[in-house]
């Protein structure tokens, strides 16, 4: 069987152009984590942590006795994350007001039972009781605005100021605030300048 890998099946999901174009997002299901915060605090590592913990249990599974129903080879989707800020009050930006649901694609398999199965087999291996955290979300973004941006997350406005101007010229509006960023590089392995970061934004036509 034919191996599935993200980039190709769904590409003009997790490769899109680096300019703005719009899109049509599938369901799919997601293990999900909920926090709030900086980014670049201890706490939001522990919640990626968790999100690679799980996602790594299913994947490899293969080679236990714990394999999935209908399990098929693929490639361990991207860190996703949905953002917002608590205080929609303040007017500078501050990344301690941030809220995230942060995210990892799960391949179609994966349901309710089996994440609560490898949930409970991870916890008790890992020995981390925050896994508890962790919830299964099937989530369809619908029509959304896309595009590739390229650099330092801190220039992200940047981008998000060409999509807003490429929605508002193609008879399209946005949705809401909140906006979602799939994470292609490793910043660790990465430079800065060479980063890869989908962003993507709901919208509808006006």
């Not at 949930?119 to 369809?140: C, Q, S, V, Y």
Request: hydrophobic share 35%; aromatic share 12%.
């Amino acid at each position: 069987m034919k191996k599935y890998d993200y980039k190709v099946d769904d590409k003009l999901e997790y490769l899109p152009p680096a300019h703005p174009t719009v899109v049509r997002v599938k369901p799919h299901n997601y293990i999900c984590v909920k926090g709030e915060g900086n980014p670049n605090g201890e706490a939001f590592g522990r919640d990626v942590e968790i999100l690679y913990a799980l996602s790594y249990a299913i994947k490899m599974s293969y080679k236990g006795s714990d394999i999935p129903l209908g399990y098929y080879d693929y490639t361990v989707f991207p860190l996703e994350g949905i953002w917002d800020v608590r205080d929609k009050t303040l007017i500078d930006f501050n990344k301690d007001n941030l809220m995230y649901t942060i995210m990892i694609r799960q391949p179609d398999f994966v349901n309710e039972e089996v994440f609560k199965k490898f949930r409970i087999l991870t916890k008790k291996k890992k020995g981390n009781p925050d896994i508890e955290k962790a919830t299964f979300e099937t989530i369809e973004d619908g029509w959304c605005c896309t595009m590739m941006h390229i650099g330092s997350f801190d220039d992200e406005p940047a981008s998000f100021a060409k999509m807003e101007m490429f929605v508002k010229e193609s008879g399209y509006v946005r949705c809401d605030k909140t906006h979602r960023e799939i994470y292609l590089s490793d910043p660790r392995k990465t430079e800065v300048s060479k980063m890869k970061t989908v962003l993507r934004f709901k919208v509808e036509e006006v």
